[in-house]
């Protein structure tokens, strides 16, 4: 059977990729054939078409890390889901496709009430948050968070789960649409960089002793100003660098405010410790079913539009996430 997919032949910018049919072959034993309705547009999208992410496909590949569809059929032996089954799926890339074969451990029931768009783009802002500041980051209620990139894809998810675990938390992001979204997902505080210092800023806001845990999905100059507003003995988590450079640290800065700057990598550590991934997941789908954790979409692009979409990113223009939508999204 054949379905369109983004296909990368060469690495370059998305403008050069195009939509082509692929082969999708007969599900195989244990596998289970997803028509995907929506795909979730993650920053490590955009680097790897470039080959600028630590993962590297063999070329060529279909980019797409997270999305949601419909089982329209099983192979031998796979049992646990029949077609018609909404489902999100979950991969190291291959999403951007209308249809995939995939494990049915790659598999997870989409959440009651949520639209293929909000499960396509939960899981990985979710368990990134989760993971980073839950295992690596150990946020304790009543201490201070600050979450650069606070209204992006991860940046957002942590500033709500950081609420949940009861801290005290500052976003910084750009612009005042931004920073409502912010504060409506449970920012107390917001600095509007770079109209404001962050520096400056979170200094005033803590009574001069600093943010007791950081979450850097940025980079650059906000890690560096990171590591001058950071609290004694506080922990700064390293999750990305969307602004494209990354900082060096200087070690003086580290012994003199006694803080750990710690590397999380929320897919790598629940390959290399699968029960953690599960307890990760599990907690993730139980606030969804709360209600918590619902992404904001700020964006929703056809698929055939797909360059607007990786642009919408690159531009910073998005506020939550950016959803692809293959078919027509709904809400059960
Ligand atoms: N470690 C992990 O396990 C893990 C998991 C998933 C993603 N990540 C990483 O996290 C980072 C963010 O991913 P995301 O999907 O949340 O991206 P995103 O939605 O685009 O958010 C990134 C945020 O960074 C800020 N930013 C500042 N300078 C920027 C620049 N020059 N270009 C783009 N954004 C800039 C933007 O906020 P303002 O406009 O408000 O400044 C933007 O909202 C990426 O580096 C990604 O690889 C890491």
């Given amino acids: 059977m054949s379905a369109r997919a983004i296909v990368v032949r060469e690495l370059g910018p998305p403008a050069r990729h195009r939509i082509e049919p692929v082969d999708v072959p007969a599900p195989g034993s244990g596998e289970a054939r997803v028509a995907i309705v929506a795909a979730g547009m993650n920053f490590p999208d955009l680097l790897m078409l470039e080959g600028r992410y630590q993962y590297r496909p063999e070329l060529p590949f279909i980019p797409g890390m997270e999305a949601a569809g419909t089982v329209i059929g099983t192979g031998p032996d796979a049992g646990r889901f029949r077609p018609g089954d909404r489902v999100i799926v979950r991969m190291r890339n291959g999403a951007f496709a209308e249809q995939v074969n995939l494990r049915e451990e790659q598999l997870l029931p989409l959440p009651v009430g949520m639209s293929f768009a909000e499960g396509a783009t939960f899981s990985v802002a979710a368990i990134t948050a989760i993971h980073a500041l839950a295992d690596r980051g150990r946020l304790q209620r009543g201490e201070t968070l600050l979450v650069l990139g606070g209204a992006g894809g991860v940046g957002l998810a942590a500033v709500e789960f950081g609420a949940r675990l009861g801290a005290q938390v500052i976003a910084a992001c750009a612009g005042p649409e931004k920073a409502a979204i912010a504060r409506a997902r449970g920012a107390h505080h917001v600095v509007d960089h770079p109209r404001e210092d962050l520096r400056e800023r979170v200094l005033e806001l803590t009574g001069g002793r600093g943010a007791d845990v950081i979450y850097d999905p940025v980079g650059g100059a906000g890690f560096d100003a990171s590591m001058r507003c950071i609290g004694w003995g506080g922990r700064l988590l390293v999750i990305g660098f969307a602004t494209g450079t990354i900082p060096r640290l200087k070690a003086n800065l580290a012994l003199l405010k006694g803080c750990s700057v710690i590397g999380v990598r929320a897919g790598e550590s629940a390959r290399r410790d699968p029960e953690l991934g599960r307890r990760n997941l599990r907690r993730a789908f139980e606030i969804a079913a709360e209600g918590g954790l619902r992404p904001n979409i700020s964006h929703r692009?056809?698929?055939?539009?797909?360059?607007?979409?990786?642009?919408?990113?690159?531009?910073?223009?998005a506020i939550g996430r950016v959803a692809l939508l293959m078919g027509e999204d709904d809400r059960p």
Wanted: charged share 35%; net charge neutral; aromatic share 18%.
């Fill in 301 to 317: 692009v056809p698929f055939h539009e797909f360059p607007e979409a990786y642009r919408i990113l690159a531009e910073r223009r």
